[in-house]
């Protein structure tokens, strides 16, 4: 299966504590996005990538999300400092072109206790 | 701004069409989405329309727009147990081609 892979699949953190969540995008799919979908509610815009620029980033963002793709491949989404209102899934998405439908990773769950 | 509203649930029987729709309101959106989520998975692309089209068959699907009134609808014929997910409807935000989502359908099949 050559779909959007993300790792880890749950990620169980203390408050406070740093995380790092990976996504591989499908090969040759220049955009990737990130969302994250809390319990009842839709997917919700963090950012996107062009290749490695990142081009734009919600005010959904705080200064403790930082989001990288270095090669234009793969991507980390790190929060630190995580606070009980980070619980979540975290969902990857890449598209080929601008046009291009979202293909969805199956997400990273994250639980802050 | 960007919002797109849902229903929350929809209960049919199985055999039955089920139809969920959905009312967005950024008239220059140039695709609409339905992503259907089962529990503890991402979203799964199901179908899509271009804002030109008026209707997309795709097997059991219908996809329907309404642009005057920025209506999308999802018909699934012969609703099957193994359709019960959570339906979301999505618009393409014409900067930068992000999806806007829904609240999400929960779509329960009865047996």
């Known amino acids: 299966d050559t779909g959007v892979s993300q790792n880890p699949r749950h990620k169980i953190t203390k408050r406070g504590q740093n995380v790092t969540f990976r996504c591989d995008p499908i090969?040759?799919?220049?955009?990737l996005y990130w969302y994250r979908q809390t319990l009842g509610q839709g997917p919700e815009f963090l950012t996107y990538f062009q290749n490695e620029a990142q081009l734009e980033k919600s005010r959904l963002l705080s200064d403790r999300f930082s989001a990288e793709r270095p090669k234009g491949s793969f991507s980390t989404l790190e929060i630190q400092r995580t606070e009980q209102g980070d619980s979540a899934m975290y969902l990857c998405?890449?598209?080929?072109?601008?046009?291009?439908?979202?293909?969805f990773g199956n997400g990273t769950r994250l639980t802050v206790t | 701004g960007e919002d797109v509203e849902q229903s929350l649930f929809l209960s049919v029987r199985e055999g039955d069409s089920s139809v969920i729709n959905c009312t967005y309101t950024d008239s220059s959106s140039t695709y609409l989405y339905w992503y259907k989520q089962e529990p503890g998975a991402g979203l799964q692309l199901l179908t899509y329309?271009?804002?030109?089209?008026d209707m997309k068959q795709d097997q059991r699907l219908t996809v329907l727009l309404n642009k005057k009134d920025k209506h999308l609808s999802l018909r699934i014929a012969d609703t099957q147990t193994g359709d019960s997910a959570i339906y979301f409807c999505?618009?393409?935000?014409?900067?930068?081609?992000?999806?806007?989502f829904g609240q999400g359908t929960e779509l329960s099949v009865k047996p």
């Open positions: 329309i271009f804002s030109n089209m």
């Open positions: 998405a890449s598209s080929l072109s601008f046009n291009s439908p979202l293909h």
């Open positions: 999505a618009e393409k935000n014409n900067q930068g081609g992000k999806l806007i």
């Open positions: 090969s040759e799919h220049n955009r």
